[in-house]
């Protein structure tokens, strides 16, 4: 009986010390929208020109996809339309003189060869982003 009351004691306290932690931890979560209230209007946040880069940009790693030398703010990219086809199919890359897409995007998830664009790798700027000319906000020790 006392290990009884001993288990459920230890129980109770251990519940209690968990819940003290989250609460404490609630108290130290700040939003990202710093103090203002939910009903407050943010500041929207300045736009930054998107870089060009005649030749594309060097690489940081080996296997990093290429950055957009670029600007794509009048691309479209949707579940129906993918305007960076226009210059990087197959069809039309030799023309508009553009990188082709890699074979890469030929793949399905098993290794097997499709005759077109694999939908996993449709939505191009997942992997491949633009640049702009900002301040890095945080200092970059990668590779180092």
Known sequence: MKKHILTILTGALVLLAS??????????????????SIE????SFELKRQMTAAGGFDRGWKQQPPLVPHKVDNDRISVRENT??????????????APRIG???YLDRDGNKLDTLS????????????QVDA??????????
Do not use: I
């Open 19 to 36: 819940v003290s932690a989250t609460v404490v931890a609630a108290e130290a979560v700040e939003s990202l929208r710093g103090g203002l």
């Open 119 to 130: 939908s996993r790798r449709w939505f191009c700027t997942q992997c491949h982003v633009p």
């Open 135 to 144: 301040a890095p906000l945080v200092e970059n020790t990668f590779g180092r």
């Open 103 to 105: 074979d890469s995007h």
């Open 84 to 97: 960076c086809l226009r210059c990087h199919s197959e069809k039309n890359f030799e023309k508009e003189k």
């Open 40 to 43: 407050e209007q943010n500041q």
